[in-house]
């Protein structure tokens, strides 16, 4: 019998049930989705929800189009019915993003904003992330013991998604905090259901009145930030509505500080943990750029994708994924598939095929921001391990629960004593 049609075995199921529950259970997650991947790659759960774990069933459906985002996102953005109109349109400025929109609409609205992200553009900014990065980690240099996470990984992005967007900086608490609430859409929590409900359309409605008051004001004074450029990509040919607009920048804003910074501070954890690799780093600067695909796929950022719906019933790996039914692809998993990758537990910078990956997804929805991640990510790599070559770990890293994403709460550092 196909190890997909085994089914897991009470404990492990009740562990897997408790995983999408228990920040506890999630601390390492590793084993269980090993074990998972290794009875059952593709597995349906005990509330009907599919979790995909192996390797070549996640990149296959990853590209299949018989997945929706879409669909998936109209049913976790539904709250309750409403009269509000700004309230439905703040909704649908983000259930209709790029992220969440399935073809002709995605290949649409990426082909109006990929030119802000092609490499000659991403490349102009590589003197003023720079910059950022060897202030950053000069301020932290002289102190004996700091918060990596806090003071060097998320500054970074924050101040470069802050001057691309020429937005004061300290509205990226803003940002963060109804990122927050959205995101978790699922697993919020408030005094009711009421209460809980009213938090999240809460942060829909400021989210978008902040994006459409700073569209507005950049239209009256349009310059070279990113905004303006968004603006311009919608105001030539095929254009962006507004709605698409905000949607747009709000998911810019998403992926470009959060992840990013997350993507920084699990890196560095990886080099902490082998002293070996710390220095082989410092002495080869040059070969970060390429590592940091196998940091990628050792402790990606991503735990999963965001949901998506079978739209017609899918064959796969000896199971049969019904219309209407919704899946997790969890690309954390697949990453560490030994179908895949030799070995897959040990970190190894000479891997050859590390870039086989899928922590930047693949398919349509395959990261647009991919290469300005690897740029923050590789300078600042660089600038730690040549600017602070004695760092260790004070304390062992306590990580978020969410269930999608993986970052450390923080990153507490101290410099190595020296004789």
């Known amino acids: 019998m196909n190890a997909s049609n085994v089914a897991p075995d009470s ?20 084993p269980t989705y090993a074990e998972l991947r290794a009875r059952a790659p593709v597995y349906r759960s005990r509330t009907g929800l599919w979790l995909v774990t192996g390797y070549d069933a996640v990149i296959t459906l990853l590209r299949d189009p018989r997945l929706s985002r879409w669909q998936s996102a109209r049913t976790e953005y539904q709250l309750r019915p409403t009269s509000d109109d700004e309230l439905r349109r703040a909704i649908a400025a983000q259930t209709d993003s ?8 995605h290949t649409r609205i990426r082909r109006l904003v990929r030119e802000v992200f092609l490499p000659a553009s991403i490349e102009r900014l590589c003197g003023m992330i720079e910059e950022t990065a060897r202030t950053l980690v000069a301020r932290v240099a002289s102190r004996a013991e700091f918060d990596l996470l806090k ?22 608490a803003l940002w963060s905090h109804w990122t927050e609430i959205i995101t978790n859409i699922n697993y919020a929590v408030g005094e009711s259901e009421e209460g809980r409900i009213a938090a999240i359309e809460r942060a829909f409605l400021e989210y978008y009145r902040y994006v459409k008051e ?6 009256a004074n349009m310059g070279n930030d990113l905004v303006s450029a968004l603006i311009r990509a919608g105001d030539t040919g095929d254009k962006l509505n ?10 810019l804003i998403g992926a470009g500080h959060e992840t990013t910074a997350s993507f920084i501070a699990n890196s560095t954890y990886c080099l902490l943990q082998d002293p070996t690799l710390y220095a082989t780093l410092r002495k080869q600067p040059d ?12 402790v990606g950022t991503a735990h999963t994708t965001n949901p998506r719906m079978a739209i017609e019933d899918i064959e796969i790996a000896g199971v049969t994924i019904r219309k209407g039914e919704r899946l997790l692809l969890y690309v954390s998993a697949a990453n560490r598939d030994p179908a895949m990758f030799d070995d897959p537990e040990r970190l190894d910078i000479d891997r050859p095929n590390m870039d086989r990956h899928v922590g930047f997804g693949a398919g349509a929805h395959f990261c647009l921001g991919r290469q300005l991640a690897q740029l923050e990510g590789g300078i600042m790599l660089r600038e730690i391990v040549t600017g602070l070559p004695d760092l260790q770990l004070a304390e062992p890293v306590v990580w978020n629960s969410h269930v999608s994403t993986r970052s450390p709460q923080s990153l507490r550092v101290r410099r190595a004593c020296r004789s």
């Open 151 to 172: 003071e060097v990984a998320y500054p970074l992005p924050e101040i470069i998604i802050c001057e691309l967007l020429q937005v004061p900086h300290k509205d990226h």
């Open 214 to 219: 700073l569209v507005a004001n950049r239209r």
């Open 287 to 298: 070969r970060i750029p390429k590592v940091l695909d196998e940091f990628l796929r050792m």
């Open 11 to 30: 404990e492990l199921a009740f562990t897997l049930e408790r995983y999408l529950t228990h920040p506890e259970t999630r601390q390492d997650p590793y």
């Open 242 to 251: 507004e709605d698409e607009l905000v949607g747009t920048i709000q998911l």
């Open 98 to 105: 790029l992220i969440n929109l399935d073809e002709p609409g």
